[in-house]
């Protein structure tokens, strides 16, 4: 499958997924500006609770971006949507992204959590206690 044929499934699949919402106009080919949901979400009680341990870690989104939900990264997810201490939050999957090094440790998977004000956004898994995957968070489907 060519690049492009990738880029348009993986954003027909987000669409189904309820993480982007294709500007009006606009088609899984055409990839137009697209912006996060709730409606599609799942519930709040199919999420799995995780603890991000750290403190000051951003929490980073950008629904106008498909790179952002098909590889998580400081740079296709330049919008810090909140900034968090030690705080428990709602994973909906988790998947690969850019390799994050603090302390020592590095980690290139990254979490899609859900905050307890509803904002959604990614944190690399190097924050959230569990280890590189964490352990009852399912691998993001697209």
Not at 106 to 117: C, G, M
Request: charged share 15%; glycine share 8%.
């Amino acid at each position: 499958m060519n690049r492009g044929r990738l880029i348009t499934a993986l954003t027909a699949a987000a669409v189904t997924a309820g993480l982007l919402t294709l500007a009006p106009g606009a088609s899984a080919t055409t990839a137009g500006p697209a912006t996060t949901t709730a409606s599609a979400r799942a519930s709040a009680a199919a999420l799995t609770p995780v603890y991000i341990w750290a403190t000051n870690v951003n929490v980073r989104h950008d629904g106008a971006d498909a790179d952002c939900v098909f590889y998580p990264s400081r740079a296709s997810c330049p919008t810090v949507v909140a900034t968090v201490s030690r705080t428990t939050a709602r994973a909906h999957c988790q998947r690969e992204g850019e390799t994050i090094h603090d302390s020592g440790y590095s980690n290139r998977w990254w979490t899609l959590v859900e905050l307890a004000d509803g904002r959604i956004g990614w944190v690399n898994n190097i924050y959230i206690q569990g280890g590189e995957k964490i352990a009852g968070v399912p691998d993001c489907a697209w």
